[in-house]
């Protein structure tokens, strides 16, 4: 929601005998090109943690797919066609180094008039979704909405929605919409009354949407379970029911936490029911707070964060959205962002998680990159993923890395295939034709596009996107950093230099990209794995861990404690995986492609001195 935005798995019918438990190989024959036995289990929450079938902590790391759903064009969906959703996952797996992707849908297309279902629409939506998890990515959909719905818009707005049909708003009545003078789209959000009014509405469940939204989200969730196979669903995490919730406005002597208790989370618990009637019920949804409990602009920022809810448990995840309004202001932020910049706001979001007893998931982040303010992107994202990766900032890690905290799942804002290419009809009016950035209120946040050529090209550093991240880790992760050495124009961004007390891993690093994972073993069998960028091609790659110090690591054998793979789907991305055999011990691993054939003495002597640091921080 980079302007204050409003906007919004399945039965697991596989047996439990035919997962694999902790140091038991999974008896699931692997479906997708280059699976190995442990992979393909799905996702449950356990402990405040994302894990899979080996009792592995489990990272989400991925992309939103996508915008384009906002749009009349597509009727919808987030692609033209099969293929071009199979386009965009193979790219979003290779080149963005995606593991997920939160699916958006449409409540308007899915049910354009009441009571009836849309089974075209649900089935192309379905085989879009398809392409994804046939790539190796893990999915969760969401029902998106921004502003409650188009056809609050006339066709002379400044502006548009997305989310309810035509039906659900006339059975309102409600004002003609104007924000006034609002210079960003989110405005509307707390002054157009036709959509403050029709929110409203909604959670107060008036002329009944609200039911009739639960019913047609009960027929989608049965739907998509009842076509998909069993090895497909298992790779469904879950499902986010409603896109950045608000009140529209609170009743008398109600305050926003209250709203939370008494409206937003008995919507979702009854949402909760329909996952379970739907055949969803091993599967969590990913539930939002109010939009503004975690706003980083003081007279925005409302109490919530489901501070009533209980605890939460295996059958939610908390699930929020952070987007810099000061940076994106271009008032309030003047420079650029820096280390640590979003620290304390990531931090909150692990906490309040913590808190709920779940596993927290920030399913919207990222900043412009065209307008006054994209100057600030390059750094902004940068922190953003910084504070994904851990709650230090790098000035402090290499000294205080237990400190860091769970690393959280994310899934930035967004992958368009479409960026700039599209022929939108702004609220139906072919006057208003919109074809640059994202066509929908002037937002330009896509990571990518299409060349001339037809082939999907990065929009942002590649270095910044592709990240080292540990997808999946055999216990319990302590703590992990990673240096992208992402470019803001032609400076290089070094948050987290080694420090000079550790002179050896320094100059095995260099100038190069490294992450550095730190983690205590669990007794599985499943290896530890963190997602090698492109950067980082295999011949080119330094591993220094416990468990040995490699240039150039092997290809994976159950005998090869530290290995590099495939990963799963057949896109030629890698990964890096580290097989140890023990439980409860500590572990370290760094990768870096800053090394051009290390002798065997630099490769031991930076062992020693990651050693001696572990023992010494953990």
């Known amino acids: 929601m980079p302007n204050i935005r409003t906007r919004l798995l399945v039965v697991l019918v596989v047996l439990f005998g035919s997962l694999a438990v902790a140091g038991v190989p999974s008896a699931t024959a692997a479906t997708l090109p280059d699976s190995l036995w442990f992979d393909e289990s799905p996702l449950t929450v356990q402990n405040g943690r994302f894990v899979d079938g080996n009792g592995r902590e489990v ?8 915008g ?3 749009l009349e064009e597509n009727s919808g969906l987030p692609f033209a066609s099969v293929a071009d959703a199979r386009k965009s996952a193979t790219a979003l797996r290779a080149l963005g180094g995606g593991n997920s992707v939160r699916f958006l849908l449409s409540w308007a297309y899915a049910e354009p008039t009441r009571g009836t279902l849309d089974t075209a629409y649900l089935a192309a939506a379905t085989d879009q979704m398809r392409a994804f998890l046939d790539a190796g990515i893990r999915v969760y959909p969401d029902f998106h909405q921004d502003l409650y719905s188009r056809h609050l818009f006339n066709s002379g707005s400044w502006y548009t929605g997305d989310g309810a049909p035509k039906w659900a708003v006339d059975l309102g ?3 003609q919409e104007s924000c006034g003078i609002c210079l960003f789209w989110g405005q509307n959000i707390t002054q157009n009354q036709a959509v403050t009014k029709a929110q409203y509405d909604f959670w107060h469940n008036a002329y009944g949407v609200q039911d009739s939204f639960l019913d047609t989200a009960q027929k989608t969730m049965a739907y998509v379970r009842q076509h998909l196979g069993d090895a497909e669903f298992a790779g469904i995490v879950g499902f986010d029911p409603y896109n950045e919730p608000y009140a529209g406005s609170y009743d008398s002597g109600q305050t926003s936490r209250t709203w939370e208790q008494n409206l937003l989370w008995p919507f979702y618990q009854r949402f909760r029911a329909r996952m379970d009637a739907a055949g969803w019920q091993d599967k969590p949804a990913f539930v939002e707070p109010n939009l503004f409990w975690n706003a980083n602009i003081a007279s925005q920022k409302q109490e919530g964060g489901l501070l009533d809810a209980g605890t939460l448990g295996s059958r939610y995840v908390f699930n929020t959205h952070f987007y810099d309004q000061k940076a ?8 650029n962002a820096s280390d640590g910049q979003y620290a304390s706001d990531f931090g909150t979001v692990r906490d309040r998680a913590s808190a709920a007893g779940t596993a927290a998931v920030v399913s919207e982040f990222g900043h412009p990159l065209s307008g006054s303010t994209a100057g600030k992107a390059p750094t902004v994202d940068k922190a953003m993923y910084q504070a994904l990766d851990s709650r230090q900032p790098g000035s402090s890690w290499w000294s205080n890395p237990s400190a860091s905290g769970p690393v ?13 290419r599209h022929h939108e009809l702004m609220n139906g009016n072919p006057d208003k034709v919109r074809t640059s950035g994202d066509a929908w209120n002037d937002e330009d946040l896509s990571a990518v596009r299409l060349d001339d050529s037809g082939a999907v090209t990065l929009r942002q550093d590649a270095r910044l996107l592709d990240r080292v991240y540990p997808a999946a880790t055999a216990g319990t992760t302590l703590a992990f950093t990673y240096e992208d050495r992402s470019r803001d124009g032609s400076t290089t961004l070094t948050w987290n ?5 550790l002179p050896n891993v320094a100059q095995l690093v260099g100038s190069g990209q490294y992450g550095l994972l730190v983690w205590r073993s669990g007794g599985g069998s499943a290896p530890t794995e963190l997602h090698l960028p492109a950067s980082f091609p295999t011949a080119g790659t ?25 990963e799963p789907g057949g896109t030629g991305s890698r990964r890096l995986l580290l097989t140890d055999a023990d439980s409860g011990v500590l572990h370290y691993a760094l990768v870096t492609n800053g090394a051009t054939a290390p002798s065997a003495a630099l490769l031991s002597a930076a062992r020693s001195e990651l050693a001696s640091w572990a023992a010494a921080r953990f």
């Open 59 to 66: 990272v989400l790391r991925g992309y939103n797919v996508s």
């Open 68 to 70: 384009e759903t906002k």
């Open 173 to 175: 009545s409600y004002p």
């Open 328 to 335: 994106i202001s271009g008032i309030l932020m003047w420079g």
């Open 408 to 420: 959280l799942s994310g899934n930035q804002w967004q992958w368009d295939l479409y960026s700039g």
């Open 497 to 501: 230099p080694v420090p000079n007390s």
């Open 542 to 566: 330094t591993v220094v861990s416990d468990l040995g110090a490699v240039y150039g690591p092997p290809a994976y054998t159950a005998s090869a404690p530290v290995a590099v793979a495939p």
